[in-house]
């Protein structure tokens, strides 16, 4: 966040500290982002550990941003998670990913992520399956990414959107699975099609036994539910094997590829398919 200080940033925000001066900036910068086309979504492949092959991606947005460069939806995305921004945002992102998705070879998914307050909205499952009908991406290939804190605030909502996008024929991922809360509480009363294992455990399973052994279990619970597991942010053969032999079906991480611009994709597919 260093990097966003410039001496006319600081001019009309003095006052504040330097962290609320850049979210204050970035606040009033990210209302012209999406009017003027900053946005753009990379995409990262998903692959499957015996294979190797690409599965699909996960949309993964990036601001463009005219002077500051590019901006990690780190930043970001909280940012319009505070100011209803993100509503914005998320119907930009599943649009675009289902446009882009609808034209690549059917058997690649795409996966795209829902923020918390996307969750609350009553009418995301008919904008989801407006977009399905005006893309014609086929309900089956987009996944919908969600995280803890979106399902806990109201309960019998995220229920019914939930239940609501499965009868759309749309997949529902548990995204972060175990960095939470109350994952095993989440995985016990919500009708996930899809865990995701996050980094912080896949990362450590060759340093922490700690780490192998949360995996292993994560995957024995997803094996019992009848879930299939993606395991992310992996970055070595070594944690590709152990969760090969530990029966994880898919990856995705730096291994396999970073998050790249649709081109890019599109280039992994054509190479993916000659396989
Ligand atoms: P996430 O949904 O958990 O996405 C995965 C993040 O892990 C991505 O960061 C990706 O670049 C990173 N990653 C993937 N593989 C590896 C790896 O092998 N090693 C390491 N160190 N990192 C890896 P990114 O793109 O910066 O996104 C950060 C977060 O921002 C996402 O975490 C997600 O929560 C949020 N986000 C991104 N795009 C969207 C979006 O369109 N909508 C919403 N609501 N949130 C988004
Ligand atoms: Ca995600
Ligand atoms: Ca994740
Ligand atoms: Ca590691």
Redesign the pocket.
């Known amino acids: 966040a260093k990097t966003l200080g410039s001496n006319q940033i600081c001019r009309y925000t003095e006052g504040m500290d330097e962290d609320n001066r850049n979210r204050a900036v970035l606040a009033i910068d990210l209302r012209a982002a999406i009017a003027g086309n900053q946005l753009e979504?990379?995409y990262?492949p998903q692959n499957d550990t015996r294979t190797r092959e690409i599965v699909g991606f996960?949309?993964?947005?990036?601001w463009n941003h005219p002077s500051l460069g590019t901006i990690?939806?780190?930043l970001f995305?909280p940012i319009?998670?505070r100011n209803g921004l993100?509503l914005d945002?998320?119907d930009y992102?599943l649009r675009q990913?289902c446009r882009d998705a609808a034209s690549w070879p059917e058997r690649y998914t795409v996966a795209?992520?829902?923020?918390p307050y996307?969750l609350t909205q009553a009418d995301l499952p008919a904008r989801v399956s407006e977009v399905l009908g005006e893309t014609g991406l086929d309900p089956r290939r987009l996944e919908i990414?969600l995280?803890e804190s979106g399902l806990i605030e109201d309960r019998n909502r995220a229920l019914s959107t939930i239940t609501r996008l499965r009868e759309l024929g749309v997949t529902v991922a548990m995204?972060?699975f175990g960095t939470g809360y109350s994952s095993l509480a989440l995985l016990q009363n919500f009708p996930f099609d899809k865990i995701?294992i996050?980094?912080s455990f896949?990362?450590s399973v060759g340093e922490k036994p700690q780490s192998a052994a949360i995996v292993r279990a994560t995957l024995l619970i997803a094996e019992s539910l009848g879930i299939p597991v993606l395991a992310?942010?992996?970055?070595t053969e070594e944690e590709l094997s152990f969760l090969r032999e530990q029966g994880c079906p898919t990856v995705?991480?730096?291994?396999f590829g970073?998050?790249m611009p649709l081109a890019s994709a599109q280039v992994l597919m054509l190479r993916d398919g000659l396989h």
């Open positions: 979504i990379y990262q996960e949309a993964l947005v990036r990690s939806p780190g995305i319009a998670e993100i945002i998320g992102v990913a795209v992520n829902v923020a996307q990414e995280t995204d972060d995701k996050d980094r896949v990362q992310e942010g992996v970055e995705q991480g730096f291994l970073r998050p």
